[in-house]
């Protein structure tokens, strides 16, 4: 055996046992984890009701393949909606099952990967906590965190926690609540519904568009509401969407007499869907249900969805499922001969 080739094989040797876990005083070869931190820091609630996902990080780990963790708040500001897994667990063949407790003010997490250790990772997300805003009011607080990671070696190293680690619960301004499409049209699909707000002369005040789950939001375009001022949901306009003129085929709700800085952001509108019909090229709907909604609507029955008009939605359908169906049948008839605005009063 030549004297390079020698070199090499005692080269590798030993670094191979410096990978190799040992007991004892030896074990502490790898440096502790370099901190552990909440991402984002500080976090911001606005209004009741607002929730927000926290990551609980650490940073700079060697040689991970256990964790826990207790997070503490006020319970009086903000309340634990759900906690999940971070991806660096891997899959379940590589993980158990994590054991988590929540209480009154207090969120504990622990897990244990089955497989190899993770080996000289920057960052690694334990968890995911969200969180939601029980207080309606402006109100500050700050986290508790304690955070243990374990070796390979199996020594537990608690992880310094870095930052403020503060939350903030800011008081909701402005206009918010919910439109929802007729059933059975489920989150996310409750999107690019309009909503406007206006005075009580109809004068246009501002302009949203609801997310995913139908919210338009409580921070935004929309301003706070003037006395006696209307929120108008679904109107007849052009402009509305980013592909061009037109509206969703449903009546036009009013919620009216609104008293001034309206904020509700748990109310809901459920929309009186049918309105279908074009009334000219890339214009849908005339605010009223009627005999040409039904025409309409039966003629594309069971038939590929298609957007004739070019008002951004599907011809017939009143659901927004991107199918014509007994189910919009069922809608247009059930609704048949009602018109818009359907108003109500503000909560």
Not at 99 to 107: E, I, P, R, S
Request: include cysteine; charge should be negative; hydrophobic fraction near 45%.
């Amino acid at each position: 055996m030549s004297r390079k080739r020698l070199v090499t094989l005692v080269f590798a040797f030993v670094l191979v046992l410096s990978l190799v876990p040992v007991s004892g005083v030896a074990a502490q070869k790898w440096p502790p984890p370099l901190e552990a931190v909440l991402d984002p820091d500080p976090v911001d609630f606005y209004g009741l009701g607002s929730r927000q996902t926290v990551e609980v990080r650490v940073n700079e780990v060697y040689s991970f393949f256990a964790a826990d963790f207790t997070l503490t708040f006020d319970p009086t500001h903000i309340k634990v909606v759900k906690v999940e897994s971070g991806p660096d667990w891997g899959h379940s063949d590589q993980s158990g099952a994590p054991l988590v407790q929540v209480g009154m003010g207090t969120v504990t997490y622990a897990n244990t990967r089955f497989s190899d250790p993770l080996l000289m990772l920057d960052s690694i997300v334990l968890a995911k906590v969200t969180f939601e805003s029980v207080s309606a009011g402006g109100v500050g607080g700050a986290f508790g965190l304690t955070v243990n990671v374990a070796e390979s070696t199996g020594l537990f190293n608690p992880v310094p926690v870095v930052g403020a680690l503060a939350y903030n619960v800011f008081p909701a301004s402005g206009i918010a609540g919910q439109a929802l499409w007729p059933l059975p049209v489920v989150a996310p699909n409750h999107a690019l519904i309009p909503v406007q707000v206006t005075d009580k002369a109809g004068n246009v005040l501002g302009l949203d568009y609801t997310d995913g789950n139908g919210f338009y939001p409580s921070l935004g375009v929309l301003p706070a509401m003037p006395d006696k001022g209307q929120i108008r949901i679904n109107p007849i306009t052009s402009g509305l969407f980013p592909w061009g003129t037109g509206r969703i085929p449903a009546l036009e709700t009013r919620l009216t007499n609104c008293p001034a800085g309206l904020n509700y952001p748990a109310h809901s509108v459920r929309l009186v869907g049918g309105d279908v019909a074009p009334i000219h090229p890339g214009i849908a709907g005339d605010n009223k249900i009627d005999i040409s909604d039904l025409v309409l609507t039966a003629s594309r029955f069971n038939m590929a969805v298609v957007d004739v008009n070019g008002d951004g939605w599907w011809d017939g359908d009143v659901n927004n499922d991107a199918l014509v169906n007994i189910t919009d049948i069922v809608i247009v008839a059930t609704n048949y001969g009602m018109k818009g605005p359907i108003c109500e009063d503000c909560p």
